[in-house]
């Protein structure tokens, strides 16, 4: 629940703060804690305790058509940076040789 805040005469409030040494507004939040009726506590047992079974479990049964999509999608990027780079590098060397310099 959201908490309530009581405001009393806002704009004499500068007074007030000097008279009462600068009180601040009472708050009603009006708490209740949940019970959860089947929990019982303590810890979770994993049957995966390194990382690499974990992820190995993951992507053999959850996530094995959507990483072939992401890596593919993460190539024809890695591709469409490259060639600009590796064009600007041979126009560079073109540059230099014509200069003179090697």
Request: charged share 20%; hydrophobic share 45%.
């Amino acid at each position: 629940m959201k908490p309530t805040v009581e405001q009393n005469n806002l704009s004499k409030r500068g007074d007030g703060a000097q008279k009462n040494g600068a009180t601040f507004p009472f708050v009603e939040s009006n708490y209740h804690a949940v019970a959860l009726p089947n929990y019982r506590g303590g810890c979770l047992h994993a049957k995966s305790l390194s990382f690499r079974s974990i992820s190995g479990e993951y992507f053999r049964h959850e996530a094995r058509n959507e990483f072939c999509v992401e890596a593919l999608a993460f190539f024809a990027m890695v591709v469409t940076a490259a060639i600009p780079i590796l064009n600007n590098m041979h126009a560079l060397a073109d540059f230099l040789r014509v200069i003179g310099r090697f």
